[in-house]
């Protein structure tokens, strides 16, 4: 849901800028591939929820990010970073992956929108229904997920046929998401080494974090019963906000959903 609230805030607080005037098509893409993107960095963990979304297939190549995240862990380490395996909370949780991704994204959906796009769509479709609905039918999901995830990928395909997804918004909407897993892990765990490579107090995978006082339990009380509602009903307000923008919501007339 952040990677969400960051999509609906960058777009619908920038009205003057061209990532906040996307075609609805270009928005709505952006919007599945933010949410998704915002559970990517933790593909570095073959037990995480997420690694599972695709079976053995996301399970597999989890285990190889896991293998590389260590080696560039354990191959940059300065003295002071703790001696840990470094597999998880790794590269993929760095600036330097973020920027990647957007750039990786862009280059692929500028390379090709028939086939590199729904292919894209697909596995980030599937990553957000996995993030979303967490619990969703434990025995059969990853059967359950790639039928839904197939479905919502040819919608997506079907309404891009006329007016093509923006390449470059596709990156950032990437971009977006991952940063936005930064934060909520750096409010929540033991920090994130967002800075890496960059040395900090004798330290390339300096944890980034704010002060004690302002982070949270994960799952705890104060995630479940007030963050994630504020986060979810600013994620619809600024959602809408930005498709008004776009002029999907010409029923509303001259009501401002967001007067800036
Ligand atoms: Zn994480």
């Not at 923006?166 to 909520?184: E, F, L």
Request: with cysteine; aromatic share 8%; proline share 7%.
């Amino acid at each position: 849901m952040s990677g969400l609230l960051a999509w609906s805030a960058v777009t619908a607080l920038a009205p003057g800028h061209p990532i906040g005037q996307l075609a609805p098509q270009s928005w709505a893409v952006g919007a599945v591939l933010a949410t998704g993107a915002a559970l990517l960095p933790d593909l570095d963990h073959p037990g995480s929820t997420i690694s599972r979304t695709f079976g053995a297939i996301s399970q597999g190549l989890s285990t190889g990010i896991n293998t590389i995240s260590g080696l560039v862990y354990r191959a940059t380490r300065a003295k002071r970073d703790s001696n840990r395996d470094g597999g998880h909370r790794g590269l993929t949780h760095t600036l330097v992956f973020a920027l990647l991704a957007t750039l990786g994204t862009t280059a692929v959906v500028q390379t090709s929108q028939k086939w590199a796009l729904p292919a894209l769509m697909f596995v980030f479709c599937g990553l957000t229904v996995r993030g979303i609905m967490n619990d969703w039918c434990p025995k059969q999901d990853a059967l359950w997920i790639t039928g839904l995830s197939a479905a919502m990928t040819w919608a997506c395909v079907v309404w891009t046929a006329q007016t093509p997804a923006s390449a470059a918004a596709c990156g950032i909407a990437v971009g977006i998401g991952c940063v936005a897993h930064y934060v909520g892990d750096a409010v929540t765990e033991q920090g994130c080494p967002v800075l890496w490579p960059v040395p900090i107090a004798g330290k390339r995978w300096y944890p980034v974090a704010p002060p004690k006082k302002m982070r949270m339990r994960t799952g705890g009380r104060v995630e479940l019963g007030i963050v994630g509602p504020i986060v979810t009903g600013l994620s619809v307000w600024l959602a809408a906000a930005a498709l008004q923008n776009a002029g999907l919501m010409p029923f509303l007339g001259a009501f401002d959903l967001l007067p800036i």
